[in-house]
């Protein structure tokens, strides 16, 4: 229903003999959002959500316009706790037409049944279970039984880990179907410990030489895992947060169980200082230090204050590490090193530089779960641009004999 060479608004329907279950109901993000194709609330039983991010959870709250709707919501508590802050952000900025208002998302929650990862939960004559998926708090792989046929979703994955979270607990049968994300099929992304170690370095020399670096990076994983990166590679100097990470980062801490390592993520995301206020807003752009704030491509929040002001200085840098999409400040700034709020136009002075923190697999690593596959699955790659799904099902096809293919919006699978 979406997601079908494209990424954004995730969205597969799934059918069995007497029960079809939703897996995500996300939004595309543009200047006008898309929305996956239409289904009827009535229609479905259950939706399964597979992390916070809103181009998998975003549109879920449209499915619950009628109060009498009985579709139950499936996913993990943290995935639950942060697309609520996250739909509910989606609404208030929205300068756009929205089908749905804050009164459905809570219709949504109230819906809501979290689960734990590896505990089968049955709908009529479908058996499910969610499997942490390494890509972001709470987040998960689907693994779907009916009529003694196997689903694998990977939703987004990362089988990595970071230092945020665990790498995804790949574990499952001979398939009969698989949905596999392709964001990064077709690209290498550089090294782990490359990135860590060119932005610690960057960090220091803009700090030394007496500047301020500022991070915009998404509120939910990106910002926090930025802390834990200066943190745990002894960064010294003073690092700050603001805007929704700092709700994100509550959250966070209420759930130490999904993390990694729940002690470094208090130390490096406590030790922070997190601003609060306007007043100490102003004055900490004057001070040398990392401030680390939402929205990733500059699109919103704290970050428009910070960019306006650091940019003016050339003694300060501005880090970039977050995905940059088109027609985005952030992309701008990237490309021009111009940036335009409310038809303001910003020359920026400060220095300027991307680095790749990437919370999906790379081209290997994708391969690396084909190669664990077993039985002789249907293979449906998804999320990712034209050429990415196009040519990782062609590969697939040809490397493992598998039917693979890049489906369009719409298309019907029978396995
Ligand atoms: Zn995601
Ligand atoms: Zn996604």
Known sequence: MGAAKEVGRSAFLMKGDNTSIM??????????????????????????????????????PSLFLSQSSDIQVLGTLPTFELSQLLIEDMIKISGYYLPFEYID??????????????????????TFTLHESGHILGGATVLVEHAKKHLFYTGDINTRGS??????????????????????????????EQSERELLEYACDVVERGGTLFIPAFSVERAQEIACVLKTNNFPHKVAMDGMALKANEIMLRHPGFLRDADMFKR????????????????????????IS???MLVGGSAVFYIQELAKSKKNGIALVSFQGERTPGRELLERRVATFDGKVIKCSADIKRFEFSGHNSRSELFEILDRVKGNPKVLTVHGDEMSCIKFADEIKEKYGYDAIAPNVGDIIEV
């Open 23 to 60: 897996l995500d109901y996300g939004v595309l993000l543009k200047r006008e959002p898309n929305y996956p194709v239409h289904v009827k609330p009535k229609d479905i039983d259950a939706v399964i959500i597979t992390h916070a991010h809103l181009d998998h959870s975003g549109f879920v």
């Open 294 to 296: 939402p929205a990733g």
């Open 268 to 291: 490096s995301v406590g030790e922070a200082e997190w601003i609060t206020g306007w007043s100490r807003r102003k004055k900490i752009v004057k001070e040398p230090g990392v401030i």
């Open 105 to 126: 998302l809570l219709t949504m929650m109230k819906h809501s049944k979290s689960l734990q990862y590896r505990e089968p939960y049955r709908i009529k004559d479908v």
């Open 163 to 192: 230092k945020l979270l665990r790498p995804a607990d790949l574990d499952f049968e001979a398939l009969d179907l698989m949905i596999i994300e392709s964001t990064y099929s077709q690209t290498e992304q550089m090294p782990r």
